[in-house]
């Protein structure tokens, strides 16, 4: 199983980015998907995830800015960033805990998405 993220970029205070994270390779099914960050300097922090059922669990950081769903027909999870502060700046991961074509769960990470946020 692969996650392939992609749409992180430098953007300037106030602007918009949206992640794109998309699973492939043996996949019977998905449960929750999800996006972390990593400041320099900071440990790993849950951005937001959102599971099957299209409940989410969102940062206080975040809230009424960014936004999460996915496309499970797609097997890929969107983060759509709003208000970009500079303090947004880091590189963003998604995750997802997949139930593979062998009918065992694990948890799959992307490789990353350097997101900059500053003028």
């Known amino acids: 199983v692969q996650l392939q993220a992609s749409g992180g970029g430098l953007v300037q205070p106030g602007e918009s980015l949206r992640l794109s994270c998309t699973a492939s390779?043996?996949?019977?099914?998905?449960?929750?998907m999800g996006w972390y960050r990593q400041a320099p300097g900071k440990q790993r922090e849950l951005v937001a995830d959102?599971?099957?059922?299209?409940?989410?669990n969102v940062a206080d950081s975040i809230k009424g800015r960014f936004t999460i769903s996915r496309d499970d027909a797609r097997n890929t999870v969107y983060l759509q960033m709003n208000s970009l502060k500079p303090e947004d700046t880091a590189v963003y991961y998604c995750?997802?805990?997949?139930?593979?074509?062998?009918?065992?769960?694990?948890?799959?990470w992307g490789q990353g998405t350097l997101v900059t946020v500053s003028s």
């Open positions: 390779g043996s996949i019977f099914g998905i449960n929750s």
């Open positions: 959102i599971t099957t059922g299209g409940r989410t």
């Open positions: 995750n997802a805990a997949v139930l593979t074509k062998g009918l065992r769960w694990g948890d799959f």
